[in-house]
Structure formats: C-alpha cells, structure tokens
C-alpha cells in the first residue's frame, strides 16, 4: 500500500470517527475530555476485519468467545461518571478486546484490568501494544476478586453486568473512590457507588444491557 493510500485510510477513520463522537454529544455526553479520548482511540482496530465497516455505529459488536466490544455510547457515559472523581488508579474488570481499557489509558495515570478468558486478555495486551499505551496491566483471571495486591483503586468499572456487587470489590475501593458497575440479569441497570466517609453510597442509573460477569475459571 502507498503512503498516501494509508493517509487516506487514516483520514476515511478520522472522520467517521468525529461523526460518532458528535453523534455521542447530540446524545447526552458532555464530558470534552471523553469526547476528545473517543475521538482519538480507532475502534475499528478492536474488531475483527470483516466487522471493521461497522466500528463506527454507536452499537455493540462480537468479539468471539461469545463476547461483545461495548456500544460506544455506554463506554462514554460510564467513562464520564468514572472520571468525575478524577481518579489515577482504575481498576476495570472485563478487558473483552480492550476498547474501554484504551479510552481510560488516556484519562488516567495507570489502568489494571482483569479478564476472564485467557484469549482475550492476551488480544488486549496486543492491541494496546499496536497502539503504543504503557499504562496498562492486564491479567488474565476472575474479576470477583479484584486485584488485591494492587488495591485500593480510585475507581472501579466493571463491564459485565452482576447479580450483585461483588463484596471483594467493594474493599479495594480507596476512601472517596467509585465504582460503576452494571447490576441484574435480564433487566439490567447502571449502578454508581462511591465511598463516602460515612459508608458507601449507592445510585441507580440508566438501563443498560451487558454481558454476564461469570465465575472465575479455575487455572
Ligand atoms: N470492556 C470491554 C467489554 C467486554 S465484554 C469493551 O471495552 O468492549 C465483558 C468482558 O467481561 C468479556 O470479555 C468477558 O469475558 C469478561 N468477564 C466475564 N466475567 C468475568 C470475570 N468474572 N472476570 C473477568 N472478566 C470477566
């Protein structure tokens, strides 16, 4: 391929990208500096070749292993409720293909994140590598138990939705910090919880649809 072929790949990528961050504003999100992430990070490099053409509709798409890349639209709308504590240490539970993990690597000092199927989470670590992001640990393993010898975290997201809050989760949260976590089975809702110095706060937010957080595989 020629450099400028490549160029005009790179700007096609560009502007169909800025035609979903605008679309994502016309919906609600506000947050600029989410925005401007969302408006860097290509999606199309997070899905397999012949899903690529549709990266930039606001939906969420396969991954394989039965998985899902997010709706963009719920990846911005979490990310601006995570970030409203300005937090430097994030934990995320669920990589999938490391989409959410690249657009929280831009906001935030340092990211660790957790996945369960081993495939994936070395398909992350290899798509933020492509795109040079350093501030990142991903291991593969059960996002129940959080990362104890990491903890406590600024923030938590969890990307796959619970039947509950997982109480181990809740101890690795530092004082002040917050957590954004899908909560249900069939009927599912966005819950925020933030320790607060007199015991954890919790608030019930939109309706969303994830995919399960299953038990942890045994090694
Ligand atoms: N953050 C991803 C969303 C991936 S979908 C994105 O940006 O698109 C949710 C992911 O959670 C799946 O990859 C699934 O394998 C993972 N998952 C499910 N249960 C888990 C668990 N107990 N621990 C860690 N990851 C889990």
């Given at each position: 391929m020629t450099a400028r072929n490549q160029q005009g790949i790179g700007m096609t990528s560009q502007r169909t990208r800025d035609r979903l961050v605008a679309r994502l504003a016309e919906r609600g999100i506000t947050d600029h500096a989410v925005l401007g992430q969302m408006a860097k990070i290509?999606?199309?490099?997070?899905?397999d070749e012949a899903l690529a053409h549709r990266a930039y509709e606001d939906t969420a798409l396969p991954i394989g292993l039965g998985q899902t890349i997010s709706q963009p639209f719920v990846v911005a709308a979490m990310t601006a409720l995570l970030l409203a504590r300005q937090p430097a240490k994030v934990l995320e539970i669920g990589?999938?293909?490391g989409y959410q993990t690249a657009i929280l690597a831009g906001l935030c000092r340092e990211v660790w994140s957790i996945e369960r199927i081993p495939a994936l989470a070395r398909r992350a670590e290899q798509n933020l590598r492509e795109l040079k992001i350093r501030n990142v640990r991903i291991k593969a393993g059960?996002?129940?138990?959080?990362?104890p010898d990491r903890a406590p975290f600024d923030a938590i997201i969890v990307t796959a939705a619970a039947p509950q809050v997982p109480p181990r989760l809740l101890e690795q949260l530092a004082p002040g910090a917050r957590m954004v976590i899908p909560v249900g089975g069939a009927a599912q809702s966005l819950w925020v919880i933030d320790n607060e110095p007199d015991g954890l706060v919790q608030t019930e937010h939109d309706a969303v649809r994830f995919v399960p957080l299953l038990p942890g595989v045994s090694a």
């Open positions: 290509p999606r199309h490099l997070f899905i990589s999938g293909c059960d996002g129940y138990e959080g990362w």
